[in-house]
């Protein structure tokens, strides 16, 4: 699976951005998919994932009651929205797939889109 993320942007705290990762393949809905994210200086660091069907999500405690994480399997698209973004959001977004249960970990992603950069200024 090939995937290609947008949607990242210069934003003021307090914002909100939409993030878009649109996959090519028949597989996408065989795959868990996630969102990670790298500060400058900083390890890539998971932001969120999605099972499957959709039908469970998982966040970092950071993006906990801010973003939401949510998957079109009939468009191979996934998504995070990010409100109330704070300048301590700004980095380099990824989303990836995994086949593996094991979500948090990078290491388990075997299919990785380009970056979308995201800059929140206070």
């Known amino acids: 699976v090939q995937l290609q993320a947008s949607g990242g942007g210069l934003v003021q705290a307090g914002g909100s951005l939409r993030l878009s990762c649109a996959a090519s393949g028949r597989t996408f809905s065989s795959y868990t998919l996630g969102w990670f994210r790298q500060a400058p200086g900083k390890e890539r660091e998971f932001v969120a994932a999605i099972t499957r069907s959709g039908g469970s999500t998982y966040y970092t405690d950071s993006a906990k009651g801010r973003f939401t994480i949510s998957r079109d399997n009939a468009k191979n698209t996934v998504y995070l929205q990010m409100n109330s973004l704070k300048p301590e959001d700004t980095a380099v977004y990824s989303c990836?797939?995994?086949?593996?249960?094991?979500?948090?970990?990078?290491?388990?992603?075997?299919?990785w889109g380009q970056g979308t950069l995201v800059t929140v200024s206070s």
């Open positions: 990836a797939a995994s086949d593996n249960s094991n979500i948090y970990n990078p290491k388990f992603y075997g299919y």
